[in-house]
């Protein structure tokens, strides 16, 4: 059977250790040689540089959060040993790890790391593609001539280079598919490597139901009382009776089941919205006070559009009330925007509408549907003043980036200073 040491890359090592470094991290597959999609995640990423950046936390529980009226964003594998998860309220997990070192999260940091992961990938393959800022799928197909090795000891070499260059480590999942990548990625977690070839339909067959990406709370429980519970009860259904029970998503369901996906490694993939959100530490009721945060998170909002080169054709208001209610509230835009003061008009209305003596703890705004760019803002005859909101808000940008991100302060945002939780 192929095998290769992930410490050394000598394949076809015979044993359990390798005999050229001692190593056991010895990976064995019949198609080791031969898959092409590889699916990367990195390993409590957030934690992971906090700790790479303080190395006397290296012992300790890490997350990376809001206040105590936030949420965690990450956490290291020893508070998770405790119970702590991502998007957990931060008083959960500080009940269940009060030990805790808890970091306010430092995404200009984060954002450099990933971009800097993003360009190593790219050496290996055009054919990226982000999920997210710790995580991205690969096709490495046709590539082992250029590379002189096949994909599993080209995504090994790399998982070293990571870890030599940013002292962070990955996961990767090895298959022929996208969906099998990532559940091969999820296999062998943290520092792991797993490979997924025709032997996964078996394996799947076993399988709870939630397994599968997509398959939330609610399509589970639909999925139970209907009597299907693991996924070879699925994968036996053929497309006519999927869609009978499932709906119109049921075939797709059934072929997931199967570990069948047809998805490509696309590149230029949009991102489908672009959103900002905060939690304060106290709750806020009063419209007034919520509109200070609001304004913060737009002029936020407008920034992320303006890096990505996109613009609002919508404008989506969330909402989340101290019983962990979730409100969300749409408006489509006559035209696209990426000013603050323009998104900031559209999602007003619709928190006023709200802000009736609820208790809120947390509020996001985003952009959906997306627009290009160079569709935002154009001059109108029915408003004329928008090429001078447009150079405003561009001056504000400017003297931000040349002294800081309190050179300029809207008064909007002054009520909202102290309170968010960002």
Request: proline letters at 7%; aromatic letters at 4%; a positive charge.
């Amino acid at each position: 059977m192929p095998a290769l040491c992930r410490d050394c890359l000598a394949r076809d090592p015979p044993g359990a250790t390798c005999l050229a470094c001692g190593g056991r991290r010895i990976i064995r597959h019949d198609s080791l040689f031969t898959l092409p999609i590889a699916h990367v995640d990195c390993d409590a990423f957030y934690a992971s540089i906090e700790k790479r950046d303080r190395p006397e936390l290296l012992a300790h529980p890490v997350i990376v959060g809001g206040g105590r009226r936030g949420v965690v964003s990450a956490a290291c594998y020893l508070a998770r040993t405790r119970g702590v998860r991502s998007a957990m309220p931060m008083f959960k997990a500080l009940a269940a790890c009060p030990d805790a070192v808890v970091i306010r999260p430092d995404m200009a940091k984060y954002v450099a790391v990933a971009r800097e992961m993003r360009e190593m990938m790219e050496a290996l393959t055009p054919l990226v593609q982000p999920l997210s800022i710790d995580e991205a799928v690969l096709d490495l197909s046709g590539t082992e001539a250029l590379h002189r090795a096949p994909p599993a000891v080209v995504l090994a070499h790399f998982a070293r280079e990571v870890e030599r260059r940013l002292r962070i480590t990955v996961s990767i999942g090895l298959a022929p598919n996208r969906l099998l990548a990532k559940l091969a990625a999820e296999r062998d977690k943290p520092r792991g490597f797993a490979v997924l070839g025709p032997e996964a339909r078996d394996w799947l067959a076993g399988q709870p139901v939630t397994l599968l990406p997509g398959v939330g709370p609610a399509l589970a429980r639909k999925l139970t009382a209907a009597g299907f519970t693991r996924l070879g009860q699925l994968a036996g259904l053929d497309a006519r009776e999927a869609a009978r029970r499932f709906g119109e998503d049921g075939p797709a369901l059934a072929a997931r089941a199967r570990g069948e996906d047809s998805r490509r490694v696309d590149p230029a993939r949009e991102a489908k919205s672009i959103s900002a959100e905060t939690t304060f530490e106290t709750d806020l009721r009063a419209l007034a006070e919520l509109e200070a945060p609001l304004w913060q998170l737009c002029e936020k909002l407008g920034r992320r559009l303006s890096e990505k080169g996109l613009a609002a054709a919508g404008v989506v208001l969330k909402l989340k009330t101290d019983k962990f209610e979730t409100r969300t509230r749409t408006v489509r835009l006559g035209r696209p925007t990426k000013l603050p003061e323009m998104l900031f008009r559209a999602a007003q209305p619709m928190l006023a509408k709200e802000a009736t003596g609820a208790a809120f703890r947390l509020i996001g705004i985003g952009s959906q549907p997306l627009a290009p760019g160079d569709q935002a803002d154009l001059p109108d005859l029915a408003d004329p003043d928008v090429a001078r909101r447009a150079g405003r808000w561009a001056a504000v940008e400017k003297l931000r980036a040349r002294f800081g991100a309190d050179a300029v302060i809207s008064g909007r945002a002054l009520g909202g200073r102290k309170r968010d939780a960002e």
